[in-house]
């Protein structure tokens, strides 16, 4: 008789291939809250396939949970490009002045 598989074993967190570019260029601050955010997903161990993305400042991230594989794979992390860099000012100058 086989045994039952184990569900308490733990999810596993992984990077994406195409993901590792777009985390090699991130601030170690930033890259340890997208890092905390996915073990907390990990950690929940979702019991269906799921894809889902949060925000980290004006980054996108998202992922998707295996619950076959007890996977969480970071899959992309994308800039909002509505954010405006702060010190920077849209307003036109006065000419003449």
């Known amino acids: 008789m086989k045994s039952p598989r184990n569900t ?3 999810y596993t967190v992984e ?3 195409g ?3 777009q ?6 601050e930033r890259y340890r809250a997208i890092q905390g955010h996915l073990e907390r997903v990990a950690s929940l ?3 269906t396939e799921a894809s889902a993305t949060f925000q980290v400042d004006e980054l996108h991230v998202q992922y998707t949970v295996d619950a076959r594989r007890r996977l969480v794979t ?3 992390i994308t800039r909002d490009k509505l954010v405006k860099p702060a010190g ?3 307003a036109p100058k ?3 002045l």
């Open 23 to 28: 985390v090699a260029r991130l601030s170690q």
């Open 74 to 76: 970071l899959v992309d």
């Open 45 to 47: 161990g979702a019991q």
């Open 19 to 21: 993901a590792w570019s």
């Open 8 to 10: 308490h074993r733990p």
């Open 88 to 90: 920077r000012s849209t």
């Open 15 to 17: 990077i994406s291939a």
């Open 94 to 96: 006065a000419s003449g």
